[in-house]
């Protein structure tokens, strides 16, 4: 029994190594981790969902303008996205920033009459600051020979839609000179109904 004991020990010891070696020969490779860009639209969106009445002369729209503009990257916050890969030196990812403004909003229109659209309202301040090269960096009197000013630009973006009612092969469906209601006049705008 002491042989078979002693031959069953060393088996199991020489799995051990056997297993051991195999790690170390063949070590695990560390996944990589590829990035995928998503595209992003920037600019001006125009989402429109239009729908004709019954009477066949109002159309009930729900329009959804967007605005997309790209400000950078942060580098602050990009500390806390770090890849690591042994061997080689950490890097930072930066995160990209986006300013998006948009506008819902509903209305109740004749066939062929305007809705125009404003508010998407965007402002840049910059900041500049001059100084007299040795005369400002004084620490009290410097004040003197500095300056600083802001500079704001506003721009707001209007949007006209003008819904138009057409048949399947494009052609309109009540011309401008023969349509059953006064096109200076605004239709009745039903609270709820654009809910």
Same mark, same amino acid.
């Given at each position: 029994m ?7 020990? +060393?088996?199991? +010891? ?6 051991? +070696? ?5 070590p ?8 995928? /860009? ?8 125009? @989402? ?9 002369y ?27 890969? /042994? ?6 990812t930066?995160? /990209? ?9 509903? +209305? ?30 004084? /620490? ?36 401008? @000179? ?18």
């Open positions: 002491k042989t078979k004991l002693i031959v069953l020990s +060393a088996l199991i +010891a020489l799995s051990v190594l056997r297993t051991q +070696a195999q790690v170390v020969q063949n695990q490779a560390i996944p990589v981790v590829q990035p995928v /860009p998503a595209p992003i639209p920037f600019g001006q969106t125009l @989402d429109v969902i239009p729908y004709v009445s019954a009477d066949g109002t159309i009930q729209l729900h329009i959804v303008p967007t605005f997309t503009e790209f400000l950078g990257y942060d580098t602050d916050q990009a500390r806390q996205f770090r890849t690591v890969v /042994p061997g080689l030196p950490v890097q930072d930066p995160l /990209p920033r986006f300013r998006i403004r948009q506008v819902a909003t509903s +209305a109740i229109v004749w066939d062929g009459q305007t809705v125009v659209l404003g508010g998407l309202i965007g402002e840049n301040v910059t900041k500049t600051r001059e100084k007299v090269p040795v005369l400002g960096d004084i /620490p009290l009197l410097g004040r003197l020979f500095r300056s600083e000013t802001s500079d704001s630009t506003k721009k707001n973006l209007i949007i006209f839609v003008t819904p138009t009612i057409i048949d399947p092969a494009g052609n309109r469906v009540h011309s401008p @000179d023969n349509l059953p209601y006064d096109p200076n006049r605004v239709p009745e705008q039903k609270p709820g109904a654009n809910q």
